[in-house]
Every structure is written in C-alpha cells, then in structure tokens.
C-alpha cells in the first residue's frame, strides 16, 4: 500500500502553489489582499494630504507664524489674521450638535429596542437605518 506524504506545518496549514491557488480559488486571500490595497490607499492618501497643506502653507506660516492659530485679530486691511474665533465658534457648534445628538439618538435606540411594539419599531428602524445611510435590515427582525 502506497502513502502519499505532503507538508504539514505546525498549524496544519498546507504550503506550496498548489494551496496558494486554492485559497486564491476561494477568495480569501483576494479579499485578504483587497483589503490591504485599499487601507494602505488610504494612509497613503492622507499622507500626501497632509504633506501638501504643510508644503502649500510654508508662505502663510513664514508670514504669519503659528500664532495664526491662538490670536484673535481679524484684519485684512493690515494683514492681521487671527484664527481663534472660528476655531472656537466650530469647537462650540460641535459641542452643541452633539449635546443635542446624543441624548436624541440614545432615547430613540432604547424606544425602538425596549419599548416600542414589533412593527412600529421594524418601521422606524428601516427609516432610522436609511437617514443613516446605513443597509437597511430587511429579516424582519428588531435587532437585524
């Protein structure tokens, strides 16, 4: 009687081409890879991003410095630019978008989960899900 041997590691993982093609064949490693392509675009991308504001802003930084950023004057006429305020106004406007978001949006998870009846809930949640740009679950289920 004849045995076939083959390359077992310890994990029990077959290695050679003939594996390599199999999982290629079953998607996995071009997901896998996919994927990998896809997230180092990304980083790759804010890289340059970043690397083109720091470049195209040498000007405004040599001419006004970093203190752009923490003072208050507001000038063009002689060239006086303070970027505080704007700041402060969107940290301020943030703060109140979510003091008013989160409680809303909390209060009507627990509503639509807890306490509302099966079909006003399945009802909201598809519209919830769709103002969120999210898939809608469409199994008939409250929790998808």
Do not use: K
């Given at each position: 009687?004849?045995t076939a041997?083959?390359?077992?590691d310890?994990?029990?993982?077959?290695?050679?081409?003939r594996?390599l093609?199999?999982?290629?064949?079953?998607g996995?490693?071009?997901?896998?890879?996919?994927t990998l392509?896809?997230?180092?675009?990304t980083?790759?991308?804010?890289?340059?991003?970043v690397e083109?504001?720091?470049v195209n802003s040498?000007l405004?930084r040599?001419?006004?410095?970093?203190?752009?950023l923490?003072s208050r004057v507001?000038?063009?006429v002689?060239n006086?630019?303070g970027?505080?305020?704007?700041v402060?106004?969107?940290?301020?406007t943030?703060a109140?978008?979510?003091a008013?978001a989160?409680?809303?949006?909390?209060?009507a998870?627990?509503?639509?989960?807890?306490?509302?009846?099966r079909?006003l809930?399945?009802n909201?949640?598809?519209?919830?899900d769709?103002?969120?740009?999210g898939?809608?679950c469409?199994?008939?289920?409250?929790?998808g």
């Amino acid at each position: 009687m004849a045995t076939a041997h083959t390359t077992v590691d310890a994990a029990g993982l077959f290695w050679g081409p003939r594996a390599l093609l199999r999982r290629l064949r079953t998607g996995d490693e071009i997901a896998r890879l996919v994927t990998l392509v896809f997230a180092l675009s990304t980083v790759l991308l804010t890289v340059v991003l970043v690397e083109q504001l720091w470049v195209n802003s040498a000007l405004a930084r040599h001419r006004f410095g970093l203190t752009f950023l923490w003072s208050r004057v507001w000038d063009p006429v002689f060239n006086q630019f303070g970027a505080l305020p704007f700041v402060y106004g969107t940290l301020v406007t943030s703060a109140l978008g979510l003091a008013i978001a989160v409680p809303l949006g909390l209060g009507a998870a627990i509503f639509l989960a807890e306490l509302a009846p099966r079909r006003l809930s399945d009802n909201f949640t598809f519209l919830i899900d769709l103002l969120a740009s999210g898939r809608p679950c469409l199994c008939g289920g409250a929790n998808g």
